[in-house]
């Protein structure tokens, strides 16, 4: 959310689009509540179940008059992310996402666990359960590398000026 802050000048509105099937959301709401007062700004949800609903979602947050989007991670929005892409873009709507595959969909930016440092581990996973270790003793590993990546494209699409701030702090610019 602190990267939307530093996009939109004036920020204080910023949409939340969720899965309320996933039974993290109400975690990830409240830690994107708790980071938005922080930031100065509101958080509106928009509950979207199916990709059918997500056109409707999206009338509603320009209705709303949303400034910015940040979406939750989960496999329904993974699934319709080109479509989120899409769909922001049409009502200039700047959205960070939770991982590359967002941004090369074509949203403004994500910030999250690098997806193939992530499947890079699983191997070692499957050695030690083949070596006869049970599942559940093995520990869960928390993601180590996390990526800022910003979409040049989607930027000048939406007529958005980063701040070089940002650039500088940016893994990568996806021209």
């Known amino acids: 959310l602190q990267f939307l802050k530093e996009v939109v000048p004036g920020l204080s509105r910023v949409a ?4 309320p099937n996933d039974a ?21 949800v928009f509950e979207v179940r199916t990709l059918d609903e997500l056109e409707p979602a999206f009338d509603a947050m320009a209705k709303a008059r949303m400034q910015a989007l940040s979406v939750a991670g989960g496999g329904l929005f993974f ?19 939770p991982s590359r595959e ?6 403004l930016m994500s910030y999250g666990p690098d997806q193939v440092a992530i499947a890079r581990r699983a191997p070692v996973y499957v050695d030690k359960i083949l070596k006869g270790a049970k599942p559940a003793d093995i520990p869960v590993e928390a993601p180590m590398k996390f990526e ?19 650039l500088l702090r940016a893994d990568e610019l996806i021209k």
Do not use: H, M
């Not at 967002?102 to 949203?107: N, R």
């Not at 800022?148 to 940002?166: C, E, H, M, Y």
């Open 16 to 19: 939340f689009l969720v899965n």
């Open 148 to 166: 800022f990546l910003i979409n040049d494209r989607t930027a000048k699409a939406l007529g958005v000026k980063i701040p070089q701030s940002l």
């Open 24 to 44: 993290i959301v109400p975690t990830f709401i409240d830690q994107a509540q708790a980071a938005a007062a922080k930031l100065g700004f509101t958080i509106q």
């Open 79 to 97: 699934q319709g992310r080109a479509r989120i892409a899409k769909l922001a873009l049409a009502r200039r709507l700047p959205i960070c996402g």
């Open 102 to 107: 967002y941004l090369e969909a074509g949203v």
